[in-house]
């Protein structure tokens, strides 16, 4: 089983299609993946898809309630929604929930957010994708408030999202989702990791100084 197989590096798809096309007798590959458009297209047309639905909210909390997680709807929202990575202690795919908070607190300051803050946060390399995840469900959250509905993802933080919605124009805000689903898919690019992750907040800090309507 290859798990996610929507975050293979260039080369680890190169050896994975290698391997499809001339596979080990008797040998079944099972790819699972959430993003199947990240997949090299050469690999699918190889592969027979299977659509699983993921779990409800519901059974998500009773999973994470049979496992006697604290807190099991509030972990659920920091898992966004997929209760089994509960057991996954891979940083490549989840953070810690320190680390959480501490990018959390830098995203609920908003256009006050300073340089010198992002770039003192962000001192060594570190894994990408779960902290755009982070971002993109705070974007995602954010984006709600504006268009007037509650914020699904981290509700805790509902004060700050209003703070930041108040005068923001929604429509200037809305490229930044393509910033984001770039800096996901550059997530195994041999780039610095804390340069593209520096980058990013700093784009989001001006991005929503430049949204305040005039």
């Known amino acids: 089983m290859i798990y996610p197989a929507d975050s293979m590096s260039g080369d680890q798809s190169s050896a994975l299609l290698k391997t499809l096309e001339e596979p080990p ?16 297209p050469t690999i699918r047309s190889r592969c027979q898809l299977v659509r699983c639905t993921p779990p409800t909210r519901e059974q998500g909390i009773a999973y994470l309630k049979s496992q006697k997680v604290r807190n099991p709807e509030g972990e659920l929202t920091r898992l966004s929604g997929r209760p089994l990575l509960i057991h996954e202690a891979d940083p490549n795919l989840t953070l810690d929930k320190k680390d959480e908070a501490k990018y959390l607190e830098m995203l609920a300051l908003g256009s006050a957010l300073s340089s010198v803050q992002v770039l ?68 195994d690019h041999p ?6 992750l520096q980058d990013l907040f700093i784009t989001w800090a001006k991005t929503l100084a430049d949204a305040r309507k005039n």
């Open 191 to 196: 780039l610095s990791k804390r340069l593209v």
């Open 25 to 40: 007798e008797g040998a079944v590959l099972i790819l699972v993946a959430d993003d199947i458009n990240s997949i090299l």
């Open 120 to 187: 003192s946060a962000f001192q060594k390399d570190m894994p990408v994708g779960p902290v755009v995840s982070v971002m993109q469900r705070w974007y995602w959250d954010l984006m709600a408030v504006l268009s007037g509905a509650e914020p699904r993802y981290f509700p805790e933080h509902a004060e700050a999202y209003k703070r930041q919605a108040q005068g923001t124009d929604f429509q200037k805000l809305v490229p930044f989702n393509q910033t984001l689903m770039q800096a996901n898919r550059s997530k």
